[in-house]
């Protein structure tokens, strides 16, 4: 099978790789028919997040079973599934506490990082890691299963009010899955994205009551036009962090989302006198039936979010389409694409 | 009466004030007999923390009620009372998300900060800030209702296991006092201190199954031999902040207390990718009640934590067991003392 | 002025009584325009549920504020309000462990039980339990923060996934509102009620996605066609309660919020071997604010849900709206009203 | 193997079994070296719960690895571990919604009840459900992990204060193990046993400030002296339910863990117009790291609760030491052991 692979920052390829084989009785093989092209997909691609050489890349991705292990009772060839790619034990510490995104094996079982991943055509997994598919839901909008399931994770870290005011930063598909599962909090805010072109897109697709705006400072007006302060800013960029924490209400919270190198800094003064919180969230934890439940249910556009789909051996296209030049070598934070799906042969 | 009165930094006096007088009907005057020495005053009067000119310090107290306005039904001259000093309106923005402490009105309404505080002989608040005390808690072991209620609100924001490893940086009150909070939920840890000699003081009071040492190093070798990294570490000295986010493990917590100006960084791709928190905490929430009760039931042994008890009138005395020295205008962070009180005439 | 008093079971009158005075500083006086006519009224009328005698009824108000005590500082005559009527002292036992809505002084304090409500033209009540209203909602729309808060103070006390299946009982104004309280937190369910006229007046108001049912039959066989269970029961009419223990999942949750008397049993073995929680709850706790938000962001459809509007003075026809007949002293539960309003002359 | 076989109600013998297998590569099996009789033991043998017939009883339970399937890799011969016996999938819909202690597969999986336990010499399970014992913890103190287990589940159903005024009944292990973990969450209570030997027993093993009383009405009085209103009920008895609704503050809980047939009741209204909350929980979920972290730790003090062991060809002398003569055919509820011990051969 023809597979895109990493091998080291800027070089990546299509190569041909054996089709992997069930090797334990709880495995299920699964023919992969959509996978989503993912920010950390461009980190890994751009050497700004680092992956082991010659995995394949891809982690957001539905398919459709093709065989099992022997132990495996409930799912059988046929059944389309949407896989959860974040693998953990549950023996070591981490998953005995409560912390299995951050399983103590992860540095060599993270689907497209730190293990093959699901950009080529089959791929190897355990059956407790694959949700069937309701018929009416497309492999292509399956795929927003994974991020999504980051989203609720991220947002169970925070005590949330309805009535905090909000905004998020980037209006690419982690800030828009962002508004959509915080408005399905009851939650309203404001999108920012300095990109005009991704902007115009995501005006189309906010959820109910929320806004988008060109600039952070231009939200603040909005949201909070005497005290330019709001209780929650989500970034999700990576490059903006802790600049905002003067516009954060006291006892406000900055979840931090975006994988990006840099250096945020603050007075731990003002953290402490404010009752400031950052967080922090990575991967999915406990919350990927959630998330499979809100796409089934249509709670989430996922077909709106989706605006730009590629076969496989279109991966140059797919990435460029979100501003990821791989024959450059450059990464452009701005786009016009939102969300992009690349779909195996 | 003698007030201890705040004029600019290092420039504390006692000076003749007259006693306050109650104008709304829902007020309670309540002649002070023990006053804590908070780490917050020490910056006061050092220069490192805000406060508001010529108003009386003091905020960690208990007293006995002497008058009663008009409508104040549940408290008669002669009760022996704790004081909650974190006004709030309940009628702002702050108040009314649950933010009670950073009402708006904070400005002008801190005991002790921006209003006038309990270093002297009468205090006024409403009957809404006073808890009886139990005949058999004494007036000194009253004051550590207030530190305790902040740590117990600080504590609120984690979600807590007993197996978190957790550290706490500073032996002071507040270091002590968190110890034995998150002991009371099942919680082991180690408690570090550079000063040797209140180190000492600190081992012969830690609570059961928790350490000290004289270093995080040592602290962090005998909690996690391999990793090196726990779950939870509590900065109460301002002084360390993000230098020991690595020793933090995924998922894990910085909890910051300490009110001290400095410049915290950090990579965000960290905090991001090991899932890490950076809580600030401040004031009491909700919480008084509760650690009205654990003083009432001796669940913290408030008696040993009270390392030394002055006169008001030796408050330069008192200032300098915690290495505040008001003539040299020197602030030591090392001290031989815990828990500091100043007794009212 | 005139006011609707109680005195006793299916005796009810429009009296003349003085406009009440402020008596101490934190008071205001208001202006009642709306106030919502509540189960709780049809069951104090009907002898169902217990009143202090001579009291004025009506607790789900808003109007305009008139005077204020000395003390209030943070609203004037002519500011526009929705009044919280679920006063607490704040300093009892309840209060002080976070039970505001059992203050140990309700028995004497319940605004329209046990103390003068609003259905009359003037209400006296204390600056922090006043919530200015925005311009753009009416005092009709105001009177639906109350029964929300209740709603949403019931909802906190359940670990809310949005998969939970759920059946609500009864399409009155609380059916109604939990149906959308539930909705804006990612809920899908039905609403199931016996009166056909009302059902089809809800179904054109129910939130997206929810279904409307004749019986609680046809919604288990909609909602769990295979199990017949489901992982919530709100029961809002308390005449269902533990009779629908086996249609609940294991770990679901039976929601009491109707006041009715009846015996409700069970098998204390299924409850635990099934792990069931049965929870009851009234009145509204720290929820006020988020009700009045979300009022104001027309999160509920308050102008729906208000389908009969009456002046005071036509009480009877108000009351007969919603099944209580007062002169034929009959109480019917099926109505073609959902909320009903009495507007202050 | 011999192993102790419940056939039908009163019927259960000594039988040889032959040694498991291992069937799947993730299974280990385990030489068995202690296993707890727990309370649901009794209800099997005396009829009062449901089991298959033919199954090997037993299920709190502690040994030592003898076998790997292939693809275990944390685990090896000579490993000495403590056992969940809470078998889940993790693939249906119970499992999918955070309750796996509901597992769709329960009534074919539930070790001792639906499936082989453990009151024999070897047992088969999966890696996962393993946890290593320290070296300190020997088996028998190891087979409290799983009751304790239980009991922090239950806790963690409630929204728990240290004030909350607390009475547990029975003095079993459960009722035991109860106010030892509510201890360690700050909680005072005390702890109802109407055997006076029993008692006698638990006086000398309470948790620091807790108090025991021979009945209900004695800790009533006790704890709540004016009201006779306590905050939190536990009935590990599972005879007195409802009957105690009365005696609960309003907001309190009756948290119901007995297996026990019977008919509880109680009027929804006094359930709705006192907020109080009725709470069955049942079997370990997520909650069995921090049961093993405790028992490792010594604040469970494993030792003082275990007051009997046999070897299983007692068991008949087990059984009886808790008031279950297979002889005689009788349960009696009083009894003069706390925990019972049976260890494999």
Redesign the interface.
């Known amino acids: 099978m023809l597979a895109l692979i990493y091998k080291s920052a800027w070089d990546v390829a299509l190569e041909e790789r054996p089709v992997p084989e069930i090797t334990?009785?709880?495995q299920v093989l699964v023919r992969i028919h959509a996978t989503g092209v993912c920010g950390t997909d461009l980190g890994i691609v751009s050497g700004r997040?680092h992956a082991s050489s010659s995995i394949i890349l891809g982690h957001e991705s539905a398919g459709v079973v093709v065989k099992t292990g022997?132990?495996v009772d409930?799912l059988m060839p046929g059944d389309r599934v949407v896989i959860d790619p974040t693998y953990y034990?549950?023996?070591?510490e981490?998953c005995?506490?409560?912390?299995q995104?951050?399983c103590l094996h992860k540095a060599v079982t993270e689907t497209g990082v730190s293990a093959d991943g699901t950009f080529t055509d089959y791929y190897i997994t355990e059956?407790?890691f694959?949700?069937k598919l309701a018929d009416h839901v497309s492999y292509e909008e399956a795929t927003l299963t994974e991020p999504l399931s980051c989203i609720l994770t991220g947002i169970n870290?925070i005590?949330l009010?309805?009535?905090?005011r909000t905004i998020v930063l980037g209006a690419g598909p982690i800030g828009m899955l962002y508004s959509y599962a915080l408005a399905?909090?009851?939650v309203?805010g404001s999108i920012v994205d300095i990109s005009k072109d991704r902007l115009n897109m995501a005006s189309s697709i906010t959820p109910e009551?929320w806004q988008t705006h060109e600039s952070f400072e231009s939200a603040i007006e909005s949201m909070a036009p005497g005290s330019h302060q709001v209780?929650l800013i989500v970034?999700t960029t990576?490059a903006v962090?802790t600049q905002v924490l003067s516009n954060l209400?006291?006892?406000g919270y900055l979840m931090?989302?975006?994988?990006?190198?840099?250096?945020?800094?603050?007075?731990?003064?003002?953290?402490?006198?404010?009752?400031?919180?950052?967080?922090?969230?990575?991967?999915s934890l406990?919350t990927?039936?959630?998330a499979h439940?809100?796409i089934e249910?249509n709670?989430i556009p996922a077909k709106k979010i989706i605006t730009h789909t590629y076969p496989l051996d279109q991966y140059i296209e797919a990435f460029s389409a979100l501003g990821c030049d791989l024959n450059e070598k450059t990464l452009n934070p701005s786009s016009n694409a939102i969300k992009v799906i690349l779909q195996s042969s």
């Open positions: 334990r009785d709880n997040y022997s132990a409930t034990c549950g023996q070591c981490m005995r506490t409560g912390r995104n951050h059956d407790r694959l949700y870290q005590k009010l309805p009535n905090f399905s909090k009851g309203t009551r209780d970034d990576g962090g209400a006291h006892g931090l989302v975006g994988l990006r190198d840099g250096i945020n800094s603050f007075n731990p003064k003002e953290i402490v006198d404010r009752s400031l919180k950052i967080i922090g969230s990575i991967d406990g990927f039936s959630t439940y809100m249910k709670i």
